[in-house]
C-alpha cells in the first residue's frame, strides 16, 4: 500500500511531472508570491482543484518576505526573504492536502505499464521512523 503524502518535489521528479503534463496537455501553473498569505492562497487553491502548481518569488517579492525594515545592499533581504519562503512552503504544502492525491492514479498506471514508480515522495526532512512508516 502506498500511503497518500503532499508536499515538495524536487529533481528527476520535476522533469517526469513536466512530462507527465505534457503528455496530457495540461499547464502548471507558476504562481508569484511575496507573502506567506499568497502561498498559502496558492495552496488551497491547489489543493482545492487537487493540482501541481510552481511557487515562485521574484527579487522584489523575495525582498518584501523579509520585511520591509531589512536594507537588500547585496540583495540579503531578497536572499533572506527567498530563503524564507521556501522554509514555509516546505513546512506547510503537506499540510495543505494537495498535489499527490491528483497524482497517485496516474503513478499507478505508469507503474503497472512500465514496473517503476512515476512520483516519488521526499521524505528526506522527516525522521528514519517515519519514513519506514510511510513506504
Excluded at 503524502?5 to 503528455?23: C, M, P, W
Excluded at 505508469?110 to 512515476?118: D, K, N
Amino acid at each position: 500500500n502506498f500511503k497518500k503524502s503532499t508536499g515538495v518535489i524536487t529533481g528527476d521528479n520535476v522533469r517526469k511531472l513536466f512530462q507527465y503534463a505534457h503528455e496530457h496537455s495540461f499547464a502548471i501553473p507558476a504562481v508569484n508570491v511575496s507573502s506567506s498569505s499568497t502561498i498559502n492562497a496558492a495552496l488551497e487553491a491547489a489543493r482545492d482543484i487537487k493540482a501541481p502548481l510552481i511557487i515562485q518569488l521574484s527579487q522584489g517579492g523575495s525582498q518584501f518576505y523579509a520585511g520591509k525594515g531589512l536594507s537588500n545592499e547585496g540583495q540579503r533581504a531578497s536572499i533572506i526573504g527567498a530563503i524564507s519562503a521556501a522554509h514555509h512552503v516546505r513546512h506547510v504544502a503537506k499540510e495543505y492536502g494537495m498535489y499527490f492525491d491528483g497524482m497517485l492514479e496516474a503513478d499507478e498506471e505508469y507503474f503497472v505499464q512500465h514496473g517503476e514508480p512515476f512520483v516519488q515522495l521526499d521524505l528526506s526532512e522527516e525522521s528514519k521512523d517515519e519514513n519506514i512508516a510511510i513506504c
